[in-house]
């Protein structure tokens, strides 16, 4: 279940439909604070930051928001996050 959660929580934060179904059977509405933050900040804050390597900032809702719908992409094809810099993987 572990692999698949991230790319599930970011699905909901895009408002992806299925995805959406799926989040609200695990009951509980994902939140940026409890459910998507934890996530951005252990793997992708170390790029993803204010004058970070990454092209923008993902340290907020509404940075993370803006970018919800390629998140979903780049989470769910693996390509981030990125795995040069020691960047850790699922
Ligand atoms: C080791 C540094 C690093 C880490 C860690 C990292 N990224 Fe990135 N990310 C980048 C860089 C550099 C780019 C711009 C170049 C590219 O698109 O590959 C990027 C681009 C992106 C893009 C835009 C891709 C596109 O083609 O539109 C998204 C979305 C993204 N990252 C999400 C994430 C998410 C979500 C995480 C954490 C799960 C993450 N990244 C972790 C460095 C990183």
Not at 28 to 39: M, Q, S
Request: hydrophobic share 50%.
């Amino acid at each position: 279940m572990r692999p698949h959660r991230p790319v599930l929580v970011f699905a909901a934060l895009a408002g992806v439909g299925p995805f959406a179904v799926v989040a609200a059977a695990l009951q509980a509405p994902v939140t940026f604070t409890r459910d998507v933050a934890p996530i951005v900040f252990t793997s992708c804050a170390a790029c993803h930051r204010p004058d970070g390597s990454a092209p923008f900032s993902l340290l907020t809702y509404v940075h993370a928001k803006a970018h919800a719908d390629r998140i979903v992409e780049v989470t769910a094809a693996r390509t981030m996050p990125a795995v040069e810099a020691g960047a850790r993987t699922w």
